[in-house]
Every structure is written in structure tokens, then in C-alpha cells.
């Protein structure tokens, strides 16, 4: 299979569908004509200060809608990421995102627009002057933008990709660590990498409080809290999960509770709505 020996080595995407089901083989066939299709587009799902009960982030996340039916980013990601078709689809993700930043700039609004990054875009050599060429264009501060990486990167020794990591954290981009506590990542290297965030996954939250006393979640915030990193809960559906947080100091929280992600236009309306309620 096909190693990674040198820097600048290209994959031959042939190569890439050696270990693809069959379902997926058709999937990726349509995956290749979807951006010129205009099939795929973001959506974007709020974060909330429970205290200023302000937007303060939203997190842009990708839809794929091929033949009127939706395909679910779990199945095409890895895909895209197999066939390195993430790079072409994370430059409109970046594209939309910074279009989003650059109309809450101007409207005098200090939200956040936050973006996965995969790791295979991290290990592209281009990644940091994509960022900057597609900034160009815009006038809002690079620290409307956060980048979310998953915790598993930090693991892989991948150097370059962490110097990426901290080329765009030198610009002045916020960094996040997302599904956090999944990755196995040992606790060093939270103090040696420079996030600004840590998302705590869904998983260490959705059980509580029928079969899981949140014992988990509460060890995680409470070691951002004594880092001095802050903390967002994803993944929050009910009332008794956003107490359990609240209690705890996680301020920050994004999940189905307060609202799915949504379309630009919906995204307007539920943050116009959320200021008239707080007034
Ligand atoms: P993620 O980055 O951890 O995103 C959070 C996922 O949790 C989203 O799933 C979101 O819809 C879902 N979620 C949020 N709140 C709730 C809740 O209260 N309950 C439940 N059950 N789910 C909730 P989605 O949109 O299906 O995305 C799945 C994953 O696909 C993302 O996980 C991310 O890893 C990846 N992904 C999505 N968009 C992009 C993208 O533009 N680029 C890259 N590289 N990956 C992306
Ligand atoms: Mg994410
Ligand atoms: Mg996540
Ligand atoms: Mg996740």
C-alpha cells in the first residue's frame, strides 16, 4: 500500500479504492462531480454562553445532498479523506466560513465561525498558504476563525502538520481541540500544544444522568480550568445536561437543546430572535 516516504508524494487515486465497499465505490464516484454539481453546502450550528445567553460561535458543518437525499458526514468524510477529495471540498468549506466571519465582522458582531480540519488537509503542504490567499479577499481579524482538529492528530507525531497548527495559532486563528477525550491523547500534550479550546464529545455527556454520572466530563473541564483553556460541550439535548454543565463552569455550549445546525438564513433569524429575548 501506499506509504508516505516523501514529503511531496501523490497518491494515485486509484490506489485509494483498493479497500472501498461497494457502496462507497458508487458513493465516491457521484463525490467527485459534487462541488461542480453545487450538491454540497454548510450549515451552521450555534454556540451559546449559557450566562450571556449570546451566540458566540457557530460551527460550520458540511451537507452532501445527492439525488434529494442527504448523505451523512460520517459516511463521505472518511471518504473524502481517502481520496484526498478533502482538499478541493475543504477549500469551499473555508470559502463558505470566511464569507460567513466576514458578514458578523461587519454587522458588529463578535461571533466566531469554527471549521474542521481534517488531518489530511493539516498534512497538506499548502494548507497555511490556502488559508492566507483565501483571507486576502476579507477584512475581518483572524481571530474570527477557529479551527477545530481532532484529538487523534496530536498522537500521530505528525510534526508538520502540528507546525500548521501553530503557524495559523501565530496568525492569530483560534485552535480547538474537538472530540475531546476520545483520542486517547496523553494529558502532556495539552501543555504543549497552544489551543484555545477543548470541545468535550457527546459521548462523555449524552448518557447523563440515566446510566452515567458525568464523572468524565467533570475530570475534563476541570483540567481546562486549572490550563486556563476553555471549554465547550457539544452535543447537549436536554435540560438536565445543561444544568450538570452550568454547574460545573462549562459555559460554552453547542447541541440539538438550543437549536440544530442551520442554513445562513435560518442561522440569521434564531440569532436576531436570541437578542430580542435578552433585551
Ligand atoms: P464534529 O466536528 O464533532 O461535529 C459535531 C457533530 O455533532 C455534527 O454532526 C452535529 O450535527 C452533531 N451534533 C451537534 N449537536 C448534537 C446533538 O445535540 N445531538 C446529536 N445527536 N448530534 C449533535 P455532523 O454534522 O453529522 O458531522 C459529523 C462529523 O463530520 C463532524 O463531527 C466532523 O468530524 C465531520 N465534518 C463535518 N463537516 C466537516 C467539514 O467541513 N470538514 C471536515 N474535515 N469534517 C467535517
Ligand atoms: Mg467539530
Ligand atoms: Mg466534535
Ligand atoms: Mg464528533
Known amino acids: ?47 451559546i454562553n449559557v450566562h450571556s445567553k449570546h451566540v ?20 463521505f468524510i472518511p471518504l473524502a479523506e481517502q481520496t484526498r477529495l478533502i482538499i478541493p471540498i475543504g477549500e469551499f468549506v473555508l470559502k463558505e466560513a470566511f464569507k460567513l466571519a466576514e458578514d458578523f465582522y461587519k454587522s458588529n458582531t463578535s ?17 497555511f498558504a490556502q488559508v492566507m490567499r483565501l483571507k486576502q479577499v ?52 495539552l501543555k504543549r500544544f497552544p489551543f484555545e479550546r477543548i470541545k468535550i464529545d457527546r459521548n462523555f455527556i449524552k448518557d447523563y444522568p440515566q446510566t452515567d454520572d ?23 439535548e436536554t435540560l438536565d445536561q445543561l444544568e450538570f454543565l452550568k454547574q460545573h463552569d462549562c459555559n460554552i455550549i453547542q447541541g440539538f437543546y438550543f437549536s440544530k445546525p442551520l442554513s445562513k438564513e435560518d442561522l440569521f433569524a434564531y440569532i436576531h430572535k436570541l437578542s430580542l429575548s435578552n433585551t
Not at 22 to 46: D, G, I, S, V
Not at 111 to 127: E, G, H, R, T, Y
Open 1 to 47: 500500500h501506499a506509504k508516505n516516504n516523501g514529503k511531496n508524494q501523490i497518491v494515485k487515486y486509484e490506489d485509494a479504492f483498493e479497500s472501498i465497499s461497494a457502496e462507497n465505490y458508487e458513493l465516491l464516484k457521484h463525490m467527485r462531480f459534487a462541488l461542480e454539481q453545487n450538491e454540497l453546502y454548510l450549515h451552521f450550528q450555534p454556540q
Open 56 to 75: 458566540v460561535g457557530v460551527e460550520a458543518l458540511l451537507r452532501w445532498k445527492h439525488n434529494d437525499q442527504l448523505i451523512s458526514p460520517a459516511q
Open 111 to 127: 461571533i466566531v465561525v469554527a471549521v474542521n480540519i481534517s488531518a489530511v488537509q493539516l498534512k497538506w503542504d499548502f494548507l
Open 138 to 189: 476579507y477584512t475581518f481579524p483572524n481571530a474570527f476563525i477557529e479551527f477545530e482538529v481532532t484529538e487523534s492528530l496530536l498522537i500521530t507525531n505528525e510534526d508538520e502538520a502540528i507546525d500548521v497548527i501553530k503557524e495559523l495559532k501565530r496568525m492569530g486563528f483560534l485552535i480547538t481541540i474537538d472530540d475531546f477525550g476520545t483520542g486517547y491523547a496523553s494529558l502532556s500534550y
Open 214 to 236: 458525568g464523572s468524565i466530563a467533570k475530570l475534563i473541564i476541570n483540567l481546562a480550568k486549572n490550563l486556563n483553556i476553555e471549554i465547550v460541550a457539544e452535543g447537549i
